[in-house]
């Protein structure tokens, strides 16, 4: 494929090149088995010992509190049905999410309530905020878990974890985030947010794809998830991805040491791209919080169009972007994110979310906005809904 426009990375993001020359050599050069005593095992040992410690760094975390998975999903269904069921048999059958979460968090709920257990599911603003208010509100004293994201794939909004993470800590609640979209891309402290646990994957900040994190606080005890030998200070078990878990290391630890730079340049691109397709495109808007977002997250609405048919011209243009969220690609209901924030039908269906990472360049930014300028008039002309309105 020659020359593509990536826009797509809260969907996933390519390998850093520094990053896959640190994973190569254990795949074939060091593969020992980190369980086993002899030198090759030690050798991989230490390189998981030594990538435990980049995470825990970037956390503000111990070592001994980070637990290596094969992806976000898996982390998010750990935390929320490792807790459900560890504290179910204290008579705590009842959780809190938010309405915008991930589906490794939504349908993991979805998945407790057919066993029994109750769920409920805070309303945002328009903005996509939870409230911490709500929260309050709905902590009750069989509540076993609060799990509310840090930052939102869809439309970039950035909650007030510090704050809903204190009320937990002060109700006695079990607080898990899924930080997937913000571990290397804004500042993460779990002992400054009250975080019990927290998950990340490395492909969402230029890391190999099968390898995530759970963070779980000293303390906090979800029902191991994966039964076996005694890997991750046995609570979950099978024998480890080194080359992804050294990844995973080095990715976060470089997207962290440059999380400044980063963030400035993912910035640009998107306040050129936001403020171009506001001002010269009639009809648009800016979907989540125009402040406290992600810094590389656009999501903009097109009145009177379909998402898929602006993805497809875009492909045509050689430009990868996606309709609200990759994991809803496979469907034609509007956006649970975007009915959640009071989005008409209308209005939602025309939605794209434009997403910059560090690989990124000014001139993508703008061939995406002479391509949006030219397309969506073209397809405007043709649409029986755009006739009616105008
Ligand atoms: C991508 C994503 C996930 C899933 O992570 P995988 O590693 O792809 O399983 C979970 N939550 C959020 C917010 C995400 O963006």
Redesign the pocket.
Known sequence: MNQVIYLDN???TPVNEEVLKEMLPWYAEFYGNPSSHYSIGYETKEAIDKAREQVAKALNCQPNEVYFT???????NWAIKGSAFQLAPKGKKHLITSSI?????LHSMKALEKQGFEVTYLPVDSKGVVSPADLQAAIRPDTALVSI?M???EIGTIEPIAELGAICREKGVWFHT????AAGTIPIDVQAMNIDML?L????FNGP??C?VLYIRKGVLPLNHLDGGGQEHRRRAGTENIAGIVGLGKALEMAVSHLDEKAAHQKQLRDYVVNRILTNISDTRLNGDPENRLPGNANISFLALEGETILLDLDMHGICCSTG???NSDSLDPSHVLLAIGLPHEIAHGTMRFSFGPQNTMKDAETLCDVLEKIIPQRRAMSPIWNTLK
């Open positions: 809260a969907a996933t094969s992806c976000g999903t898996e982390s998010d979460e991930h589906h490794a968090v994201m930052a939102n794939n899924d930080a997937v979209q998950s994957s490395a492909h969402k794809k099968g995530g969220s990759a994991c």
